[in-house]
């Protein structure tokens, strides 16, 4: 029992845009190249040969095929929308490379075959032998879908097989779980593509197994105990830090690590939405509420914590130790485009939204070759200085731990997925996005164009070109942060149904027909609620979904002290030049006088005199590109 | 060569205070007992027998002694100032116990006789073998100035010859001193309660020997390396996390563990005092500058990262994860109080009342019972709440490593000594408290006697009582944070010239003679250097050298959400039933509208409605004694 909608699929869509357009070509000109070159020089590449003996440096390492396989699923995308030899070249020898590491019984993964061959299945909770897996699928999936090849896929389908046989409920089989969720999302996305019913149950199964009790984990580290075996260092972060405390539909608060929790959500999303099984929903739905309503930063970063990369507690979102790993945002724009197959709430699309337009973007440099593991709302270098790589207050070109940078690299690649939805009733926007979508509307072809500036401008147009007149819903969503949004239809103003943030225009089309809708984009000053310590007494500046932060290039030092009057102008100026082409805000703000302080005291008694100062803000996904300095989202706001 | 003024000892100081003596009292008659009775469950005192066994429990730690010992003299200025014959008999215990302890050869460490006798002196980074010795010297002179009875100062005296023949410069010595600087400023105790010099020459040699190259540390870490011996722990701090990295008149910056400095310092300060050694005082008043212009808390607080427990980088001043042990704080007391005898200038003792009516009192609870360790200047329990013991957001019992119960106790038992100083010129007063000042002038036996309400009121009333008229000069400390403060003599105003701090009032006395220091006592809404990033927008309120809080009990939670008007007026009032007695600071601040976001939205567009709502700020020292909370010092502070 299928849901309504569903996503356009990538090869339907176009995207013409001139804010993603240059993005996504920098992301298979340069990233992708960039991460084949550091898989390769990491040893990621070589150890799928197997050739690997003790003693020997690059160590295979348990999750490096996930780096692999999520640089497989990027290349494919890219392949799909804007083929590319250089990209087809590599993406044919890597994928020859993974054929290659398979054994004779479907099993794949490096570490477990060449390093530690005895320790296969033996650690579920802290081995990421699934997850591998996971990606692995996922990976072939796209492989098949860009190129019609099914040489990674029956690799995979021979791995899922493998998995199939060694899982289960069944007596004989292990009633275990990965550590780290992946493989269920990805063992739905292997049945999309080949129609085997036996992986989504197995999907479900991982769902379903999760959290029972006798638990799973205690069993099994009891087990190497008594092995001698382990356990490693994620048992400090117990059950909860894994989500495997208790089963899936009991769950109504998110906790441990984000990237896990969010990848189970999704795969149980899917789950939901192919096996039309009604009791996932309302734990889903609590989960996404308790998550967005207490534990989610303005960026769409999630995780505050650094220990255990996982959600600390509730409105516990500090600034300058933000976690927010670029994965994170990531798994919640994918969660949150699951359910929004499940069901067209236009909530769902706004955090697809934010997490798109701020924390995902913030994860890779302008130039491509860089990038964020941990994404905070406030740097001050000094404070950094001794963090490792993966906390560093400037993007890295690389990490030990190195699934940011092939994440963010499929993202970008897949992008016009996220778009469109398409159903019996005709067309969904979610996102405004230069570009065109074809789809059928009661069997007759269709074409959407997009024509916009967003997220500069919130003027979008519509071209509709059905190859004949036939009826069908044209859906726009309004975005959460939009008030007084208009639509026009040939000029005429309308005012459709609106219906969970989607005004539902429903008509015959003809070819000819134009559909205008304009989102006024004043710059806003969002407060956080009170219950979040860290955001009380100050604002940050949004406008349209981009969130934006000051910087030391523009606006020197000590960027706390910079105070935002609350009623003061801001300017939002398009400036081409800069960062890429952004909209910048300017406006007056204040400072206190440095001569009140030239006596370097470290305490005196206020009020200190304060100066005007200028300030410009530009968005935070374009922060750190003009070298390492404070930064700030979140600014000190008062009075008059 | 020693210095012009010195510390008017215990003995010849009497506290009638209504805000100290009560304080005093209650160290003596809970606080004392209570420690011990931790020192005998803990197994610090049955340590000292030497009976411990492999594998039996309470295994003797390296640094038990130094608890004991701190407990000796906080026990011993006790008896000094209010005999107890409890105390007495438990002293009397102690000492016995540490005087069994001692090895033929004069060494004493239960750790180093019965856990690793092999491992003698072969550690000294971090060992804490002198450490513990520089307590039972502090301890030794203490008891010997209480008592009269030579036991425990002969004790150590054959300790420190035996560390006199183990360390040195001569030939066959080693060249080593302490990871954690303290004997040092224990030899000097030492020297002055024996006149033995070679004491005072072995603390200099302590002293000059720290940094230099080749490093001994490094020296040490090679050969305990080659032995399979080490090293433990605290190498990751480095020589820096010691104040090793270089000789102590090279350095120019606070840096490593805060306690561990303050002691060098210290240390040093006695060794210039004593030797008359110029070379000293640069570097000295270098660290001084630079630790209270750029790292110290507004309450006294010093050492702001749990790492290390450690000086982080300039300006860093966070205050929910403030660090702030109470050693540091009373150690920053001791240091200041032997800068203000080298030199007497009042902004050492400004520092010292600062550490002392804010950070330190805060270390112990009202009823004496129990303790922190660390001193944050903002609380939110829920983010504490998985913290060790010593970062706890509410005081402790006791601590594994229990520095601060008993350092706190020998602060209070010995306050009368950090009152004043007497030189050839007279009398100088650093602190205000109700009491009695015995000296000679010129020979004349006088007798100064202060009345006043201090820190409450700013009115300190002098009563001189000189057996004959005697010309001397009594200097009044002016405290940093008055302004427009007034000297009357026998009721008329006098101006007399000020220096350094101090009014110096200087005519022949004569019984019956008045003085009056009236210093206004203004709130004051303190601001922090803009530098200090977390400060900005924010003001602390002081009044007097009295630092205050908002706590949930008065102000409910979401207290970063209270602003407080700049110019809102505030009404200090005596509440005597309140935490003991105090002034408090009431008035009304602003909350946001709860109804505003009622909606439970995390983010919304603002600026939300306001509401006035009356506040209540208590004394710092005094929070946390009436349960568990929210709590912060720095409050958002602003427009009209």
Request: glycine fraction near 8%; proline fraction near 7%.
């Amino acid at each position: 029992m299928k849901t309504a909608q569903h996503s356009l699929p990538l090869k339907q869509v176009t995207i013409t845009d001139a804010f993603w357009a240059p993005k996504i070509e920098t992301n298979r000109t340069v990233t992708l190249p960039i991460e084949y070159e550091q898989c390769k020089k990491t040893g990621r590449l070589e150890a799928l040969k197997l050739q690997w003996k003790p003693g020997q440096p690059n160590e295979p390492h348990i999750f490096w095929e996930s780096d692999v396989a999520k640089w497989v699923e990027a290349a494919a995308y890219s392949q799909e929308t804007a083929p590319d030899p250089r990209v087809a070249k590599l993406l044919d020898e890597v994928v020859e490379l993974l054929a290659g590491a398979q054994q004779p019984d479907g099993y794949l993964n490096a570490h477990f075959t060449v390093v530690n061959p005895d320790r296969r299945w033996s650690n579920l909770q802290e081995h990421h032998e699934l997850y591998c897996a996971g990606h692995l699928m996922e990976a072939a999936a796209a492989h098949f879908h860009a190129t019609g090849s099914r040489k990674l896929l029956d690799v995979m389908c021979r791995f899922a097989d493998h998995i199939d046989r060694t899982f289960g409920p069944e007596p004989g089989k292990k009633r275990g779980y990965c550590g780290h969720p992946e493989v269920e999302l990805a063992l739905v996305k292997l049945y999309r593509a080949t129609g085997e019913k036996r992986y989504l149950k197995l999907a479900e199964f991982f769902i379903n197994e999760r959290g029972q009790e006798p638990n799973y984990f205690k069993q099994e580290a009891e087990e190497l105990k008594r092995q001698g075996k382990g356990p490693w260092g994620w048992y400090q972060h117990g059950y909860e830090g894994c989500q495997a405390h208790q089963p899936l539909r009991d769950q109504d608060k998110v906790t441990g690590h984000a990237v896990r929790a969010l990848y189970l959500y999704s795969g149980a999303t899917d789950v939901a939405e192919e096996t039309g099984d009604p009791t996932l929903a309302p734990a889903l739905h609590k989960l996404w509420d308790h998550l967005h309503s207490r534990n989610l930063y303005i960026t769409g970063g999630i995780g505050s914590s650094r220990n255990g990369e996982a959600f600390s507690f509730d409105y516990d979102l500090p600034n300058e130790v933000a976690y927010c790993e670029t994965c994170a945002a990531i798994a919640l724009l994918f969660w949150n485009h699951r359910l929004l197959q499940l069901e067209q709430d236009a909530k769902y699309a706004d955090e697809m939204e934010r997490s798109l337009y701020n924390n995902i973007l913030a994860g890779v440099s302008l130039d491509g070759r860089r990038f964020f593991y941990a994404n905070p709302l406030a740097v001050y270098p000094e404070a950094n200085k001794n963090n490792p790589d993966n906390i560093a207050p400037t993007r890295q070109e690389w990490f030990g731990c190195a699934c940011c940078p092939p994440n963010i690299a499929r993202l970008l690649a897949s992008f016009g997925q996220y778009i469109y939805s398409e159903s019996d009733q005709g067309l969904a926007v979610h996102l405004y996005a230069a570009g065109e979508a074809a789809f059928t509307a009661g069997g007759v072809p269709v074409t959407v164009r997009q024509q916009t500036a967003y997220p500069w401008k919130g003027k979008v147009r519509f071209h509709i070109k059905p190859e004949q007149p036939v009826a069908f819903t044209l859906a726009l969503r309004i975005p959460g942060w939009s008030r007084g949004a208009t639509i026009r239809v040939n000029g005429d103003v309308v005012t459709p149904p609106v219906d969970k943030g989607y005004a539902k225009l429903t008509r015959q089309w003809q070819k000819g027909d134009r559909v205008d809708l304009e989102l006024p984009m004043p710059v806003e000053r969002i407060e956080a609620n009170p219950k979040v310590r860290m955001d009380c007494g100050r604002v940050a500046l949004q406008r349209g979904p981009v969130v934006y932060c000051v910087e030391e290039a523009d606006n020197g030092t000590e960027l706390n002290d910079l105070t935002l009057p609350r009623r003061a102008k801001l300017k939002a100026v398009f400036e081409p030049e800069l960062l890429g082409g952004v909209v910048t805000l300017t406006g007056t703000a204040w400072r206190r006088d440095p001569a009140a302080w030239g006596n370097g005291a470290l305490y005196q008694a206020g009020p200190t005199a304060r100066l005007p100062v200028p300030f410009k803000a530009v968005p935070y996904y374009a922060w750190n590109n003009r070298g390492a300095g404070e930064m700030a989202i979140w600014l000190a706001s008062e009075g008059a």
